[in-house]
């Protein structure tokens, strides 16, 4: 994507190689600030404290950690100690585990001497395909928007809710739910875009608002209760979201919240999908509600507000009682029935075991 004029993707080797790049969300959207990853820990902490967030791009975030941790120690033990260490930084997204167990296999087989720089080769691969992969889903699900536009009146904007970020910033260029939005725009397609705002960290209204702001997309933010009320009022004409672990089965994790969108997408005859890269499909889960772990995070994220004073200082500000418990669960899970269609780099499929099969036969 082009900021100022300048490509940039979420991360990237410096020229030097000497570190990799990201860009710190949580500065997002006042400030617009690239950091740099020198080690393991410096990885680690990036995805823990959420500089870098979204499935594809804490999966990326992830081989470049490893990269790191290769020039540190390219032992089997520093193997083994970056994949734990990377592996317990958040637990929902499962690109993680795809990611670290991709380079294990891979540097498996390579002498600890040539490990440094075979890792940072399949880490810059594991984000070349990201992007391809997400250029790929923007193509199918601009088809969805298109033919959504068939269906509407000359020149009248397709209206599309989305949740959290799953675009460019999630990923490592493109996105998953915004990549057919970002393809579809290209196009020329009329469209435009509900963000939710989606508490406690505000993905939707800070990260996709800047994007979609950056690239000119029309969008609207809204709190995240409007959504029930603007279907109700076929103000809405499908709903695209991202996950950051979806089963065999079709079973869509995604963003606290999610779930009460698909369920009002239902009941008023919205057409629900789900941008969905392969890296993924949990393909040894099928059911969602039982099996996949539920990240539950800090509390503060709910009790307080961090926001911009109208002089220019961030500031955070209690907006509960002192004394009031809170409960903070991150992701939630969208059952098979609720989602209309899973949008891949393969295609459109149905939210089922038979759906992805037909897309990814290798995997029956
Ligand atoms: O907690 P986050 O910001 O990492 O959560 C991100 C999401 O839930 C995204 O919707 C998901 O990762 C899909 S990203 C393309």
């Not at 779930?259 to 949990?282: C, Q, W």
Request: proline letters at 5%.
């Amino acid at each position: 994507m082009r900021i100022d004029g300048a490509a940039y993707r979420t991360i990237w080797p410096t020229e030097d190689g000497g570190a990799v790049a990201i860009i710190d969300q949580t500065r997002l959207p006042h400030d617009f600030a690239v950091v740099h990853l020198t080690s393991l820990e410096d990885a680690a902490h990036a995805i823990r404290a959420m500089l870098v967030r979204g499935a594809p791009l804490i999966g990326a975030t992830a081989a470049y950690g490893v990269a790191l941790a290769m020039r540190e120690d390219p032992s089997d033990d520093g193997l083994e100690r970056a994949c734990a260490t990377l592996l317990a930084t958040r637990p929902t997204a499962v690109n993680l585990r795809w990611a670290l167990d991709r380079l294990r296999d891979h540097l498996a087989g390579v002498p600890e001497e040539s490990r440094a720089a075979a890792a940072a080769i399949e880490a810059a691969a594991v984000a070349d395909e990201d992007v391809a992969i997400n250029h790929a889903i923007g193509q199918h699900g601009a088809g969805l928007i298109r033919a959504a536009a068939q269906r509407k009146g000359a020149g009248e904007p397709v209206q599309v809710l989305t949740h959290c970020n799953a675009g460019w910033l999630a990923t490592v260029d493109w996105g998953t739910a915004l990549a057919p939005v970002y393809a579809a725009f290209e196009q020329g397609i009329p469209l435009h875009v509900w963000v939710d705002e989606t508490r406690p960290r505000n993905q939707g209204a800070s990260l996709t608002a800047w994007e979609l702001n950056r690239h000119g997309v029309p969008h609207t933010v809204i709190a995240d209760n409007v959504g029930g009320h603007l279907m109700q009022h076929g103000k809405v004409d499908l709903c695209i979201v991202g996950t950051d672990r979806t089963t065999a089965t079709g079973d869509v994790c995604n963003k606290i919240g999610t779930y009460l969108k698909a369920l009002a997408a239902f009941d008023n005859g919205v057409p629900f999908y789900v941008g969905l890269p392969s890296p993924t499909i949990d393909w040894g889960m099928s059911d969602g509600l039982r099996e996949i772990p539920i990240e539950e995070r800090d509390g503060r994220e709910v009790t307080h507000l961090t926001g911009l004073t109208a002089d220019g200082r961030t500031e955070t500000i209690k907006v509960t009682p002192d004394g009031s418990p809170v409960a903070n669960y991150g992701f939630d899970v969208t059952p098979a029935r609720l989602v209309t269609g899973l949008v891949t780099e393969r295609g459109v499929c149905a939210a089922s075991r038979e759906g992805l099969f037909s897309l990814f036969p290798e995997r029956r």
